[in-house]
């Protein structure tokens, strides 16, 4: 296997590298799964040392829900607000890498600004045409999630690829070298309708899409370490017939343990302490992971 020497943040990922846990931190009230929601000092203190505590590499910071199937647009001005302060207390509580959750050049500048060293954009750089000028200026880390603003057709894992090629081409256009990328398959963002510009719309089950992907990670991998983020989502909502994301923990381990199976390095997760036993127990099944 390679033994990638990419880094996200100041952590080392891919390859032989143990599979890395991202918890989530959701300062938006819109957001899809109300238990991560954390709004007030204390909550987020409480929120940022539990993640901290139970384990976690990384915590990622989002201020908008980008949710395909909810109405959940907000300001610049109200998503910096959000994370600009989300930033400002996870900095007094911990020293894990902070990654930021946005596809806003306002937002991820004024985040970089504060020292976070990690983008993470659900539109792998293509929403908002200011996204690359800022990356340039800054090199952060990136997460680049496969996304387009067209409907996408046809063979649903070359174009999940062709779309990480694109993003990783920008980056690469910007002077972010490869060993500070990591994909993300966009697991939830590719839809058949949607209530906000952050999904790629697709003309086939969207369920069926999801599971290709989760079914075919190594494919799409590119040679680079990928992350899968499957914590709630709703196709584990739709298989098991559970409308409520707090319903689905059973549901998203499952599911973490296969996208582990499968070749993912990173599990962005809402259950740090659970989706870590998971990650335990899956890599010593796996033998490719032996070693570690």
Not at 68 to 91: D, F, G, H
Not at 157 to 186: E, G
Request: proline content about 4%; charged content about 25%; some cysteine.
């Amino acid at each position: 296997m390679i033994s990638y020497v990419n880094k996200l943040g100041s952590i080392r990922v891919g390859g032989l590298n143990p599979v890395r846990i991202m918890g989530i931190l959701n300062t938006s009230p819109e957001s899809f799964y109300k238990k991560s929601i954390s709004i007030g000092r204390e909550k987020i203190i409480d929120t940022v040392t539990k993640i901290d505590d139970e384990g976690a590499d990384f915590i990622d910071v989002g201020g908008m829900s980008t949710a395909p199937y909810l109405s959940t647009m907000v300001s610049e001005k109200t998503e910096t607000e959000r994370v600009v302060k989300a930033i400002k207390i996870i900095q007094q509580v911990t020293n894990l890498p902070i990654s930021i959750d946005t596809c806003r050049a306002r937002v991820a500048k004024e985040a970089l600004e504060l020292g976070v060293d990690i983008i993470n954009d659900v539109t792998g750089l293509r929403h908002d045409p200011f996204m690359p000028k800022i990356i340039e200026r800054h090199s952060p880390s990136l997460i680049l999630c496969a996304y387009n603003k067209k409907p996408i057709t046809g063979n649903q894992i070359q174009a999940t690829k062709q779309l990480l090629k694109k993003s990783l081409y920008i980056a690469k256009s910007i002077k972010v070298p490869s060993s500070k990328v990591v994909l993300d398959p966009a697991i939830g963002f590719f839809r058949e309708k949607g209530k906000n510009s952050f999904f790629t719309k697709i003309n086939l089950n969207w369920v069926q899409r999801d599971l290709l992907i989760l079914k075919n990670l190594r494919e799409i991998k590119l040679n680079m370490p990928i992350l899968v983020s499957v914590s709630n989502k709703s196709f584990i909502g739709e298989i098991l017939k559970k409308k409520n994301p707090s319903d689905r923990l059973a549901g998203s381990l499952t599911s973490e343990a296969v996208c582990v199976l499968n070749g993912a390095d990173i599990i962005r997760t809402h259950n740090v302490a659970e989706t870590k036993e998971v990650v335990e127990i899956a890599t010593s099944h796996h033998t490719s992971k032996k070693g570690l």
